[in-house]
Structures are given as C-alpha cells and as structure tokens.
DNA sequence: TGGATTTGACCGCC
DNA sequence: GGCGGTCAAATCCA
C-alpha cells in the first residue's frame, strides 16, 4: 500500500514558492530556456513540461498495482495533467505571438503566468491509462491545465556552475567523452592539478573491508532508452530525463570507446529513492545514448500543485489518438506541439515496457528520419546490467516518438526537494 | 560552506 | 580472474 509521500503534505509552501518564483525556479530562471521567447525557448520549456508529465505518468503507472488510495491516485493525476497544460499554455502563447512567459518566468517553469491568470483547461489530450496488465498499449498522457512544477525544473545546481547555463543539463558532462573531460557543459571542470589518486587514496590506510556494497538486485525493473543528444547547446550532453540525479561513478566499459554514467536519485537518502540510471554513449552513434533505468522512483519528486490543483478536465480526443495508432498519435502530437512539423512523433516499438518507466520517450530532434536514432525503449528483466536498443527496436508496440519530448524536459538538477529537504539529503553516500 | 562531480579502489557476480 | 557496479575521499564551484 502505498505510503502517503512527504511531500504531499507540503504543497502549500510549494506552491509559495512556485508562484513567487523562487526556490526551485531560480535555476530554471537562469537556465534562460524561454530567452526573448524564441522558439527553442519555447520548444525547451514544452519538452519540459510534457517530459514532467510523461514521467509523472509512468510514476503512477508504476505505482497503480500497488495502490489503491483514490486520493492519492487522483492527486497525481492532476499532476500529470497540470504538466501537460502547462506546455499547452506556452504552446498557444507562442501561437498567439504572446512573449512565452515573459520576465515572468514561466511563473517558474510555465505552470503558473505570474502575468496572467491560469487560462482555462483546454482539453488537449485524455489520458490513457492501460490496465497494469495491459502494459503493451501505447501511452501517452496529456492533460491541462496546472502547474506541478517539475521538481527539476530547478535544475541541476552545476547549471550555474558551468560556463553554459543554457545548455540542457543532465547527465555529467562527461557523459560525452568520458573521463570528466568536464568541457562539454556546465559541469565543473576539475582537476586541473592531478589531485591523484595517492591524494585521495593515498594514506594506504589499512583496507577495511567495506560492508554493504551490493550489487544489482535480480527482479529489479529496468528499462532502456536510446535517446538523442541534446538538440541544442552542447549536443555531447545526453538528454535530461526530468528527475533530478546525482552521478555516483563511471566507469569505462569494455568494448565500448564511451564510458559508462552511473547515476541514482538525487533524494535518495531522503526519500529512500533507489532510482538509478546508467547513460552510456553509443559507439556507433555518438550523437545517441542509451539510458538504461533501474528501479523506479520512490520519491515522487513532483511536488507543489498536487493539492492545489484546480480542476482538471480531461481531455480530449488527442490522446485517444495517441493510443490508438502511431500515424494518427504522430498527426496529434505534431498538433499539440504547436504545429512544429520538425518535432517529429514517431512511433517507436518497444519491448514489453515494464508498467513503470513508461515515462520515458524516445525522441529525435528536427530528424527527418526519426527511426535512424534506434529509439526505443526496453524493459528488462532482471538486472541492471546492459541493455540494448536493439531489442527494442525488435518489439511490437508503438509508443510514441514526441520530438525530444522526453528527455530535454529540462533538467534534472538541483532539485526542489534538495532545496527543501536539503539537510535530509546530507545523508547521502 | 554546502552540494555535486571526479575517479581510484573495492566488491560481487559470472 | 575479469568486468561491471558502487563507494567515498578529494576536489570543484557558486
């Protein structure tokens, strides 16, 4: 049964923070995803919100077998819908000429218009939930209205650090071409000076044997993704998946000339998230990562609009489309993108996606051939051990393909729960 | 000063 | 024994 998470007991200050622009925001602010309203602004800032909401989504399809609390439950749908309502709203303000969230910010990543009151749920989309059971229909979430601001939306405290706080954010920067070449983005840039290994390592102290380090728990969900590299800035950055993360190790692989990201939730320590994922560049494509996932989310690092959520309407008929057929979810999608023929929805063929993880699209950027990228996404069995897109792509059931949708929903930094809950991470490592 | 990344070492599984 | 995953001290940066 599902255990009422902490941070649905604090929206209200949440929500203060979301309105006023702070806490969370400030790097989302910085990140200057909505500069002057220019389209890839734009284009970022709807990613984002439809990466938050098809997350929250594949939360909650995650988490649907296991509760049954009908408040709990409508709560996170209304934070899925207030995600896609809010990538409508700056849909149609870019549509209509309107500066995209302006000086406001997005009222912090677009779900409240400091400048405007909240526009009326359009109906965009309705959501589709499969039965658990039926985890092999596609799926598509959209919704309207609200604000759940991506806890993301924060983003990644490197974002000020680096030299490039436009550029998206995500995984390390090393990502890229491993051994924390620390060039590509907005991670620092260390050991200009060989700390060395003897600095750190070094007093040979008397190894004790470590306790606790285990490996990958067989039966553990995992899913991989293959996903382009950021459409803008630095295209060696791969794609941020919306959650917050915080990379643990690398490690190179084997056979492979990238090395291996292993990253686990940021609010693992707060909330016991074990969350984790794997980013590795692929070899033949460098421009494509696979992101494999282990463990679904625990810590629902969504937070803010679940209680203070204004009606949410379903909607409508496109995301019936969505999960009817990959020609017409291509056709709905590509209308709900704001006519953006180049953000290309493509269906995608997937291996028995897990019931979690369904957040997770592949996508391709302005890619006339939205299929080269091998996107897919795979569920595996037991480990958390490598994965290939391959395997997806030898699947049978379309999933869609939303134009960098997913994975450039923005960031994954600094965190809205780190902000809060800062001092319960400290436990960390 | 706090939080995140880097990276060599450690450890478990195959 | 090798490889992959994780740990954790050192380091970096805002």
């Known amino acids: ?31 200057g995803r909505i ?7 734009v284009m970022d800032e709807v ?10 989504a594949g939360e909650l399809m995650d988490e649907l077998p296991a509760t049954n609390d009908p408040a709990y439950l409508a709560a996170r749908c209304h934070a899925i819908a207030h995600a896609y309502g809010a990538a409508a709203r700056v849909l149609e303000d870019a549509a209509t000429g309107q500066p995209p969230l302006g000086g406001g910010e997005a009222g912090a990543g677009g779900y409240v218009h400091p400048q405007r009151p909240p526009p009326a749920p359009l109906d965009l989309l309705r959501m589709s939930f ?29 974002l000020g650090r680096g030299p490039h706080p436009h550029q998206w954010l995500g995984a390390a920067p090393s990502d890229a071409y491993g051994a924390g070449a620390g060039t590509s983005s907005g991670g620092p840039v260390r050991r200009l000076a060989p700390s060395s290994s003897s600095s750190r390592s070094s007093p040979p102290s008397p190894v004790l044997p470590r306790q606790g380090r285990r490996r990958r728990e067989s039966g553990e969900k995992n899913v991989t993704v293959t996903v382009a590299a950021q459409p803008t800035g630095n295209t060696e950055l791969p794609p941020d998946d919306g959650y917050t993360w915080r990379k643990y190790g690398q490690k190179d692989i084997l056979g492979s000339r990238y090395p291996r990201s292993y990253y686990r939730c940021t609010h693992k320590n707060y909330y016991g998230c074990e969350a984790k994922k794997k980013v590795q560049r692929r070899d033949e494509d460098p421009f494509t990562y696979e992101v494999t996932y282990c463990g679904g989310h625990s810590c629902l690092t969504s937070t803010t609009p679940l209680l203070t959520l204004p009606n949410t309407t379903g ?30 929805v493509a269906p995608v063929v997937v291996e028995p996606p897990p019931p979690h993880q369904l ?7 302005m890619s006339s051939s939205p299929t080269n990228l091998g996107v897919g996404l795979a569920g595996e069995a037991s480990t958390c051990s490598n994965n290939t897109a391959a395997a997806a792509r030898d699947t049978d059931y379309p999933v869609l393909d939303l134009a960098d949708v997913m994975f450039n929903s923005g960031s994954s930094g600094g965190s809205t729960m780190d902000d809060i809950f800062s001092s319960h991470d400290r436990r960390d490592s």
């Open 1 to 31: 049964m599902h255990v009422l998470a902490p941070h649905l007991l604090a929206p209200p200050f949440l929500a203060l923070r979301a309105a006023s622009g702070l806490g969370y925001y400030r790097d989302h602010r910085s990140r």
């Open 35 to 41: 500069i002057g309203g220019g389209e890839t602004g």
């Open 47 to 56: 990613l984002s919100r439809i990466g938050e909401g098809f997350r929250l």
């Open 130 to 158: 499969p039965a658990p059971e039926d985890a092999r229909s596609p799926l598509l979430f959209l919704g309207t209205a609200g604000p759940p601001p991506p806890p993301n939306h924060h983003h990644h405290h490197q």
């Open 315 to 344: 909607a409508a008929a496109a995301a019936a489309s969505f999960t009817s057929s990959p020609t017409a979810a291509t056709t709905s999608a590509a209308a709900v993108l704001g006519g953006r023929p180049d953000l290309v």
């Open 359 to 365: 957040g997770i699209l592949n996508y391709s950027w």
